[in-house]
């Protein structure tokens, strides 16, 4: 049975167009897993707090170490990492905003990454401890940045794959919903996206 994450960052909910692009690949997920379980983690209703003095302390103080107010701070840095470590697919719903991501979706990202959790030191250096794991990006963006003069200022996809590969997530697919800002290409682009998605 495929377990699937359904990461969802965007706070205009179901208007959103990463909303509905990422929903569209769950349900081509679950047309092509008809026994699969779908958990959803909608990070503008579930909101994690920034990291603060305590929580980074006890990323690096170990378990055993660790006193009752560090282990209570770090319970929803734990759900998130198990949500991720329970899932076999992650579909991540990434609006763009200022030529980069959400900071909810950066909240999210900044609880997951921890040392001998998600990632360890090796003599070689860094090694991702997540390498049983696909994702989809579902990309939303006002303008056009997949191509052409503004392909340098996306900073999205660039920066999740760079994120995703340092915790061992290197099987990811893009699917891009754009020129969401623009009336007269809006809905063409949005049925492209859409039509695009192969499963």
């Known amino acids: 049975m495929m377990k699937i994450l359904n990461i969802i ?19 081509k997920l679950q047309g092509k897993y008809p026994n699969s379980t779908v958990t959803v983690r909608n990070l503008t209703k579930q909101t994690l707090p920034h990291l603060e003095e305590i929580q980074m302390r006890s990323f690096f103080t170990a378990d055993e170490n660790r006193t009752p107010e560090q282990k209570e701070a770090l ?20 609006p763009m905003y200022n030529f980069g991501i959400s900071s909810t979706l950066k909240v999210w990202i ?12 090796s003599a070689s250096g860094a090694q991702g401890m997540l390498n049983d794991k696909k994702v989809y990006l579902a990309i939303s963006s006002g ?15 660039n920066y999740l794959r760079s994120v995703l590969d340092f915790i061992g997530i290197t099987d990811v697919t ?11 290409l809006k809905e063409e682009f949005a049925a492209k996206a859409m039509e695009s998605i192969s499963i």
Do not use: C, W
Request: glycine share 4%.
């Open 9 to 27: 960052s965007s706070p205009i909910h179901e208007a959103s167009a990463s909303t509905k692009l990422g929903n569209a690949i769950v349900h």
């Open 75 to 94: 319970k929803l840095s734990d759900e998130v990492v198990n949500e991720v470590m329970n899932a076999d697919i992650i579909v991540i719903n990434v």
């Open 110 to 121: 900044d609880h997951l990454i921890r040392k001998d959790v998600t990632f360890k030191h």
């Open 143 to 157: 303008g056009i940045y997949s191509e052409g003069p503004r392909k340098h200022l996306d900073y999205t996809e």
């Open 174 to 184: 893009v699917f891009r919903i754009e020129a969401q800002s623009k009336p007269d």
